[in-house]
């Protein structure tokens, strides 16, 4: 039987009467994998991550994580899961040796001398209150403690956020060698380069619903944009190709984005007789763009006056 | 470093990876004998995701790249000359001919790829030799 790091069955979150932000999701994130979560702004990101952590409540539908139901008020529940929010919210006036006496307390696992190496690595000052560190340390901070409880599950909320490029790479590389270790690691983010590193599996979420789950390595490998030359016009069939996320047009030659069904649709399309054809890879970047406009999220603005 | 991954790229990452250390050897940067990183370690040197890593190294052992002794570690293994020598010229031919596909939409004429191609075998041997 598979084991699921997180599973996430018909769940809905509305807030007030009728804002629906998340709606009928399902997903489930294989035990040690590592699972990216893209969406634009408000696509419900935080809201699901939010959920799965006890935060807020779902309005209706499941989930849980490494098999323990989230609706277990139980403290047991979340004692080897760590989760590092997008913004800290430890208490002002706590000193920061404090809070990391009152995690010690709280979890089990807790481990005193891998916390103490990462302290010192990343230079926080344990003297002081927590009013008096920046973002950047607040955040690392919250990552020291997400490392020190030696977590079997990781949830991070845009990781990066917040952190210089040196020390976001270190605390990555470190999430990277958990993960190695067996930790399952579910992170939400916008930047797609440090994703395509990272994750082998992706879901894709947009006004609340879920777009799709799939692996990264065949994400990629069935998409590609064809360019191709078709002097009386672009052909008909073109348009039932199966993935199809967008052609577009300049002069004569026609630059055909898919997301899906590559080599079948290459054969397709060498069918149709092209007079000139070239096959180029396409980063996850455009992939993600194309994904949503072909939605309709698109944002497009003719020239600024 | 003995690959670099391009995320640019359409090539999925573990096969980047496969292909760096198959080029890394053949060209005699790797050697045989050599250690490789664990997937641990590797993983946290380039920030890319372990299972991509173990899947690359999977497939190294069984195109007979690598060899993984138990407790000891993965290392680049020594030369087998597992294939006939008819099998090896299908293989490359097979090869040559997805070439000449994209040759020919690329609409490259005989003369010129022939050159290419010479130039390109010529340069390679003079690179290997320089090690």
Redesign the interface.
């Known amino acids: 039987m598979q084991n699921w790091a997180i599973e996430i069955q018909n769940l809905s979150k509305i807030f007030g009467r009728k804002k629906v932000a998340l709606d009928d999701i399902d997903l489930a994130v294989p035990e ?3 699972f990216g979560l893209m969406g634009p702004n408000g696509a419900g990101k935080s809201t699901l991550i939010k959920i799965l952590m006890g935060i807020i409540f779902p309005s209706s539908g499941t989930a849980a994580l490494l098999g323990r139901d989230i609706s277990n008020p139980s403290g047991e529940l979340r004692q080897d899961i760590a989760y590092v929010p997008e913004v800290q919210n430890f208490y002002p006036s706590f000193y920061v040796e404090d809070i990391l006496g009152y995690c010690q307390r709280v979890y089990p696992n807790w481990d005193k001398k891998r916390c103490k190496t990462l302290l010192k690595a990343f230079d926080l000052p344990i003297e002081d209150r927590v009013r008096e560190l920046s973002k950047g340390m607040k955040t690392r901070l919250a990552h020291i403690i997400a490392l020190s409880i030696r977590p079997r599950l990781v949830i991070l909320d845009e990781p990066g956020s917040g952190l210089d490029a040196v020390i976001k ?1 270190e605390f ?3 999430y ?2 958990e ?3 067996g930790a399952g690691i579910f992170f939400s983010t916008h930047n797609l ?1 440090e994703l ?5 599996q992706v879901a894709v979420i947009m006004k609340g619903k879920l777009l799709f789950q799939r692996s ?2 065949e994400w ?2 069935n ?2 944009k064809i360019q191709a030359i078709f002097p009386e016009g672009l052909p008909e069939e073109i348009k039932d190709l199966p993935g199809l996320l967008r052609v577009e047009t300049q002069g004569k030659v026609y630059s055909i984005v898919l997301g899906d069904h590559f080599t079948e649709n290459l054969e397709r399309i060498k069918a149709l007789k092209p007079q ?3 096959t180029l ?4 970047e455009d992939l993600f763009v194309y994904t949503m406009k072909k939605e309709g999220y698109s944002h497009e603005i003719a020239l600024l006056e | 470093m003995w690959f670099d991954v391009d995320p640019r790229s359409s090539v999925a990452i573990y096969r980047q990876l496969v292909d760096g250390v198959k080029e890394a050897v053949a060209r005699g940067i790797l050697e045989t004998g050599e250690k490789l990183p664990s997937v641990r370690e590797l993983a946290a040197q380039v920030t890319i995701n372990p299972n991509t890593i173990a899947k690359a190294y999977q497939e190294l052992e069984r195109e007979g790249i690598i060899e993984t002794l138990r407790g000891r570690g993965t290392f680049v293994a020594a030369h087998k000359p597992q294939k006939n020598l008819e099998e090896k010229e299908k293989a490359i031919k097979s090869m040559l001919e997805k070439i000449m596909v994209e040759a020919y939409y690329l609409q490259l004429d005989e003369k010129t790829l022939l050159a290419l191609m010479e130039k390109t075998v010529q340069n390679w041997y003079r690179n290997r030799e320089g090690v």
């Open positions: 040690g994998s590592v790479q990555m590389r470190l990277m060698q993960a190695a270790s380069h395509e590193r990272m994750a082998d990264l390595d990629k490998a998409s590609r000139y054809m070239d890879d396409i980063s996850l």
